[in-house]
């Protein structure tokens, strides 16, 4: 657990307990982790298409504006 140089002026050094420590995590908990969660991207990239359609309009608005503004700018 990491110090606060506050705390320890304040309330003093605690003693070491059991819930201080850090016990290493079993194998089967970190294969968990290391796997992809396929839903999870799945619905992220439903996300991301959604907020696509949902701006696509807005680029197609704006688009003359820019090819004005590069015609401005070329000549």
């Known amino acids: 657990m990491e ?9 003093g050094r605690r003693p070491e307990t059991a819930a ?8 089967e908990e970190k294969t968990d ?5 396929y839903m999870k ?7 991301i298409m959604g ?6 309009p807005v680029f197609k608005q704006l688009s003359p504006m820019l090819d004005l503004i590069k015609k401005k700018i070329g000549s």
Do not use: G, H, Y
Request: proline fraction near 6%; hydrophobic fraction near 35%; aromatic fraction near 8%.
């Open 51 to 56: 907020s696509w359609n949902d701006i696509k």
């Open 41 to 47: 991207i799945m619905m992220q990239v439903d996300d």
């Open 20 to 27: 201080d420590t850090v016990n290493p995590a079993p194998e």
């Open 33 to 37: 982790e290391n796997q992809l969660d």
């Open 3 to 11: 110090k606060n140089r506050f705390d320890q002026m304040m309330f």
